[in-house]
């Protein structure tokens, strides 16, 4: 029998440093109604100093734990989705682990799925919790991508902001799943679509490697817009199938942030009205996989969302991946 799985705490944090459209005119040639027009963006978040995405992922962390109101104690597995963390190693989860004084010994690990890596780590979790595995998963998506974004291109650094997200699955303690459906998919294909090279030479013992790398975030925005309004439609569909609900029987679609004409697409193709849509992409940019708990929880705490509620989320990007789930949103959960 397969364990139904509990959202029990959401949470989130964002830097305090705002970067606004205006402040990017400083660096390049561009202009708040460019990019406004084109993404929706008005400002979006960085880190300043030494804060990292380990920082805000913490912030996250307490947030959802708070939440959930499970024992740090209890806590038997820790996912982190992260595709730009601070440090290539420890990763994100094993910091987070330490930082909120997790006990030794919980298997804490990173998946790099890009903007869908909170599905991703949806996915796997549900595993880990249906098998019996673990039975309380602290999910922690965090990236630094004001690191890696290149600030002389204004094709790609005016679209990401930093933020932290975080969520405490739990084994469900009333039998109900509140995972309805959830489907995950890769096409690697056209991985070249956004791609960040880790810097590095070989041995200086053997032939050199001509190509030494740079590790910025190098996007087809073209290829990428048409990819998400083409594919994550279709999946949506299905994920709205596969859940046994009707599209106008789920209360909201929280989606990915990362521009609000793909959002519009999405929101055309489901024919929800304004309400139905969480974007809040005008204030953050595109946070990666954070930006999903990040809409959710200000979604509820702007009275945009009401819990006791369903709602489809989806996710996309580098990889190229992409994933749609429908998902029960608990009262108390944030
Ligand atoms: O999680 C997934 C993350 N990625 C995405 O979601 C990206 C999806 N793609 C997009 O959001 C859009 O492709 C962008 C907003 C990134 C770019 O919009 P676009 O309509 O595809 O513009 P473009 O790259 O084709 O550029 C059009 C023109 C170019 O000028 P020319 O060659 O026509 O003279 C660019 O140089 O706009 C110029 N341009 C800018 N102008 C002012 C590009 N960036 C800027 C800018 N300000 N920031």
């Not at 305090?16 to 459209?21: A, K, L, P, R």
């Not at 489907?183 to 590095?200: C, K, M, Q, V």
């Not at 959002?263 to 204030?283: C, G, H, T, W």
Request: net charge negative; charged share 20%; glycine share 10%.
């Amino acid at each position: 029998m397969t364990i139904p799985l509990k959202i029990a705490g959401v949470g989130y944090c964002v830097p305090e440093s705002i970067i606004t459209n205006e402040d990017l005119t400083k660096l390049y040639e561009t202009s708040d109604e460019w990019i406004y027009t084109r993404t929706g963006i008005k400002e979006r978040r960085v880190v300043s100093g030494n804060e990292t995405a380990i920082d805000i992922g913490y912030k996250a962390a307490l947030d959802a734990i708070k939440h959930s109101k499970i024992d740090v104690n209890d806590i038997d597995c820790i996912i982190g989705a992260s595709s730009a963390p601070p440090k290539l190693y420890p990763g994100l989860a094993c910091n987070m682990q330490t930082l909120l004084g997790i006990p030794k010994g919980t298997p804490a690990f990173d998946l790099t799925a890009a903007c869908t890596g909170l599905i991703y780590a949806l996915q796997v979790a549900r595993g880990f919790i249906g098998t019996g595995t673990y039975k309380n998963i602290l999910i922690v998506a965090s990236d630094n991508n004001s690191k890696i974004s290149d600030w002389t291109d204004r094709g790609t650094s005016i679209l990401f902001g930093d933020g932290a997200g975080a969520m405490v699955v739990t084994a469900s303690d009333d039998g109900i799943d509140d995972i309805l459906s959830i489907e995950i998919n890769a096409d690697g294909s056209i991985g070249n679509y956004i791609s960040t090279e880790l810097p590095g030479q070989n041995c200086p013992l053997v032939k050199q490697n001509e190509y030494v790398g740079e590790c910025k975030i190098r996007m087809s925005g073209k290829e990428v817009y048409k990819f998400a309004v083409t594919t994550v439609p279709k999946y949506i569909d299905r994920a709205i199938e596969m859940s046994g609900l009707t599209s106008d029987e789920i209360d909201y679609l929280i989606p990915h942030q990362a521009n609000q004409r793909i959002i519009e697409a999405l929101q055309k193709r489901l024919q929800y009205p304004d309400e139905k849509v969480i974007s809040n992409i005008q204030f953050y940019g595109n946070t990666s996989a954070a930006s999903i708990p990040i809409a959710l929880v200000e979604g509820v705490e702007q009275g945009k969302i009401k819990l006791n509620s369903t709602a489809v989320i989806c996710g996309f990007g580098a990889g190229m991946t992409w994933g749609c789930a429908v998902i029960r949103l608990r009262e108390g959960i944030c």
